[in-house]
């Protein structure tokens, strides 16, 4: 049974950082890969970033390109999401989720196919402070 759960989120200033963090297993299948997502108040949940499994290949958003890094131990089964400069719009809950590669890049590409991911984390606040 594949297991996703995230930690790092907090209350953070406005031009500050933070590491999230999710520890995935219990994979069957090879071609997968996990991803970020967020959803503030009122809006939909948003893929931000993710990384395969097979090439560590990674997606930024353009909402947190450029100022956020995706990067994987595998020894660990540990996924990390380092966001720089953050912004009061970045407040949201952030959620790890995992499944097949497809789903992943399906959800990239059709927003709205998001729920067809099967294995969430539970979510951590992060609330950034002007």
């Known amino acids: 049974e594949v297991q996703v759960v995230e930690s790092g989120g907090g209350l953070v200033q406005a031009g500050g950082s933070l590491r999230l963090s999710c520890v995935a297993s219990g994979f069957t299948f090879d071609d997968y890969g996990i991803g970020w997502f967020r959803q503030a108040p009122g809006k939909e949940r948003e893929m931000i970033s993710f990384i395969s499994s097979l090439d560590g290949s990674t997606y930024y958003a353009d909402s947190v390109k450029g100022r956020s890094i995706i990067s994987s131990d595998a020894a660990k089964n540990t996924v990390y999401l380092k966001m720089d400069s953050l912004k009061s719009e970045d407040t949201a809950v952030y959620y790890c989720?995992?499944?097949?590669?497809?789903?992943?890049?399906?959800?990239?590409?059709?927003?709205?196919?998001?729920?067809?991911?099967?294995?969430w984390g539970q979510g951590t606040q992060v609330t950034v402070s002007s």
């Open positions: 989720a995992a499944d097949q590669l497809a789903r992943m890049i399906e959800s990239v590409m059709v927003p709205t196919s998001a729920h067809r991911i099967r294995y």
